[in-house]
């Protein structure tokens, strides 16, 4: 007895992968996924480049902040600025340009941008 239910165990284990396969899945209205579009960076149109080759990026919320897109990035010190609150936890201050952006530290999503705070 014991052998007969190893075998169908092995046999259903074995044909499993195959009937997957063998039978692909009809996505109908609403059940149908959503095709990602990959745009590069330079493509997408956030920003332009000046003529020594510099790419000036206008951030927006949600986005991931990336410093090699960051004109004269660095940590900035909110008392410093008239208009910057302090942070909330884990987050802090950056300078792009002339802009003062909330960045999440770990995750590094923007959760702010301040538009030409920094003169």
Do not use: E
């Not at 956030?46 to 897109?69: C, K, V």
Request: proline share 4%; charged share 25%; no cysteine.
């Amino acid at each position: 007895m014991k052998k007969i239910i190893l075998g169908l165990v092995a046999a259903s284990i074995a044909a499993t992968p195959a009937m997957a396969a063998a039978a692909p899945q009809q996505y109908r209205g609403y059940d149908a996924p959503r095709q990602q579009v990959v745009h590069r960076d330079d493509q997408r149109g956030y920003g332009y480049r000046n003529d020594r080759g510099h790419q000036n990026r206008s951030w927006q919320r949600g986005q991931r902040f990336d410093s090699r897109y960051a004109r004269n990035y660095r940590q900035i010190d909110y008392r410093q600025y008239r208009g910057l609150r302090a942070p909330p936890r884990g987050y802090r201050y950056v300078q792009s340009g002339n802009d003062a952006v909330l960045v999440a530290i770990t995750s590094g999503i923007i959760g702010a941008v301040f538009a030409n705070m920094i003169r």
